[in-house]
């Protein structure tokens, strides 16, 4: 059993690391207080080969394995949780439908333009009564002729909204199936089509430089090709994708856990009460060894379900369990991060607090901590609806 990670796999965490403390950390403060997306660090992630990472080299991608791109988002969410969201969305949630089940004319077609990072693809299936029930979806799509005719609205969409945001994979209801279920597929939907119209959400409490939208239908047309895969097989590519994209946000909780590890031993050595650093007292070494602890344990879990995944072996069990642990070890970390910062780390001035603010998202996109649990207790065996 070997735990030491390749030298490629090394080199990638350095560069990222440093791109993250020399791009982004000098500038995450001020566009979380202006709410900004920022295009010019998202250039500079797409220079750095951010986006696209696990896609083949044929269309434009990297060509590494899903670990890399793992450690990547790790290393960008120990310094920011907004540009990781952006980059994580950008590849489990726009790129991977498109790889993975899109036909070679699709591929082509999108891929190229979304590795190289000269646009961005959005994953629409959040709609405002279909949260966590996601196959209650609304959203229809009637085929008429060659052209399908969609209606509905979806929220909370990463990436839908941008100046480069170049459409959505939309997962729509296109009938019923014999037993009266929805038949749900997945169709996708450019952005500048006449009847789509992408909003962006303000005043978020989190990721507040990431963008977020509300997607509107208002019988919008677009050609029967654009249809992805077959049809009837949305929601078990919606499913199969959230899998992977879990393991992304399993990244953010352990690269923002990670972060507030650092900040607070750099913290607590510097800063002095009765005459020693704040480091040196038991109840504040205690906080920051149970933060390492679990740390290692989120990382070693995460990482065993991304070999799982490299390797074509099943994951999804695996990955519900990493997402469900890194996100709560986050919150674990910068609650116990605030505590040692104190009044200090209430305020805007020091990292900590957007830390702490971003974490909550993790507890509740792409799954909620209830809905994973719910995802682990069927794989054990447990009855649980």
């Known amino acids: 059993m070997d735990f030491e990670l ?15 403390e020399k791009e982004i950390k000098p500038v995450a403060q001020t566009l979380d207080k202006e709410e900004t997306f920022s295009y010019d660090t998202m250039a500079k992630m797409a220079e750095l080969g951010l986006f696209g990472i696990f ?5 434009g991608g990297q060509g590494m394995d899903y670990l890399s791109y793992i450690i990547a988002t790790e290393e960008i969410a120990r310094v920011d949780g907004s540009h990781a969201a ?6 489990s949630l726009g790129i991977g439908p498109l790889y993975y089940y899109g036909s070679e004319e699709q591929k082509k077609k999108y891929l190229p333009k979304l590795c190289s990072g000269e646009a961005l693809w959005a994953f629409g299936l959040t709609e405002p009564n279909a949260g966590s029930d996601a196959a209650n979806s609304k959203t229809t799509a009637v085929l008429d002729g060659n052209e399908w005719v969609i209606n509905g609205s979806k929220i909370f969409i990463t990436n839908g909204s941008t100046d480069i945001s170049a459409g959505s994979t939309v997962m729509c209801r296109t009938g019923s199936r014999e037993d009266g279920r929805p038949e749900l597929s997945c169709i996708l939907v450019e952005n500048g089509t ?3 119209t992408a909003k962006v959400m303000h005043d978020k409490m989190m990721w507040r430089s990431s963008n977020t939208s509300e997607l509107y ?26 899998d992977g994209g879990r393991l992304s946000i399993g990244a953010m909780g352990l690269g923002g856990a990670q972060g507030c590890l650092d900040m607070t031993v750099r913290y607590a050595n510097e800063r002095e009460q009765f005459g020693r650093p704040i480091a040196t007292f038991q109840a504040n070494a205690f906080k920051l060894a149970d933060m390492a602890t679990e740390i290692d344990a989120a990382r ?6 991304c070999w799982l995944r490299d390797n074509e072996k099943p994951f ?8 469900l642990y890194c996100s709560e070890v986050m919150y674990r970390c910068a609650n116990h991060a605030v505590q040692i910062h104190g009044g200090y780390g209430l305020m805007k001035e020091y990292d900590v607090e957007r830390f702490y603010r971003d974490q909550k998202l993790l507890d509740i996109g792409e799954g909620t901590s209830e809905v994973q649990r719910i995802v682990i207790a069927r794989h054990i065996g447990a009855k649980c609806l």
């Open 300 to 305: 070693l879990m995460l990482y065993r379900a």
């Open 6 to 20: 390749s030298m490629d796999h090394e080199i990638l965490r350095d560069s990222v690391r440093s791109f993250a």
């Open 55 to 59: 896609v083949s080299e044929e269309y």
């Open 316 to 323: 999804s069990k695996e990955a519900a369990m990493a997402k």
């Open 217 to 242: 239908f208002e019988d919008c047309r677009v050609p029967k090709e654009n249809l992805l895969g077959k049809r009837g097989h949305g929601f078990y590519q919606m499913m199969e994708t959230l």
């Open 194 to 196: 006449p009847g789509y």
């Open 86 to 91: 952006t980059i994580a969305a950008g590849n």
